[in-house]
């Protein structure tokens, strides 16, 4: 399988750990990695929903996609579990990003309160969202292995996907450029 490397993924930078503003800035992009995996599982979910019909059409997309997106992450993972199996280990690793997505949401800043008020605290803050970032970016790109796989049957290859997203860019460069009338 050829690995999607259209869609930018977050690198890491390296922290300063002198701002603590810089811990929000993390999350944020923690946040972020957890949206592509999820968005991604979004496109394996509605993929397997119509492999095998010969022209799904826009409207039966779309509503995949708009029932898709009313699950939690952990329904959509049971459902595609019972529509596919995944390697025990990406399996395993799922179920990690649906812990570590939970807890980031969820108990993350309850639970470092007080690490907020240390530098100390701040530092093993963004250590630990640095890991859950790194912990997204091994498992997305598996996920959008496997959703590729089904998408291009249907035209949607990782060239065709580029070209769009380059003409979206080259739009919204224009939109920018152009003066206010």
């Not at 991604?40 to 979910?45: A, F, S, V």
């Not at 997505?101 to 108990?107: P, S, T």
């Not at 997204?136 to 249907?154: E, H, N, T």
Request: hydrophobic letters at 40%; glycine letters at 4%.
């Amino acid at each position: 399988m050829t690995k999607f490397t259209t869609r930018r993924r977050p690198q890491i930078p390296e922290p300063d750990y002198d701002d603590p503003k810089e811990i929000y800035a993390f999350f944020g992009l923690t946040v972020y990695s957890v949206q592509l995996l999820e968005q991604g599982l979004l496109n394996l979910l509605v993929g397997l929903r119509i492999l095998g019909k010969l022209m799904p059409t826009w409207d039966d997309i779309r509503r995949l996609y708009e029932k898709a997106d009313r699950k939690t992450l952990g329904q959509i993972l049971s459902t595609l579990g019972k529509l596919t199996p995944f390697d025990p280990i990406l399996e395993d690793q799922l179920d990690e990003a649906l812990n570590k997505r939970n807890y980031l949401i969820h108990h993350f800043f309850v639970e470092h309160s007080e690490s907020l008020l240390s530098a100390v605290g701040r530092r093993k803050m963004i250590d630990e969202l640095t890991e859950i970032i790194a912990l997204f970016k091994v498992v997305d790109p598996q996920v959008d292995d496997l959703w590729l796989a089904i998408w291009s049957k249907y035209g949607f290859s990782e060239e065709r996907i580029e070209r769009e997203l380059q003409e979206v860019k080259r739009v919204l460069d224009l939109k920018a450029s152009a003066p206010d009338l």
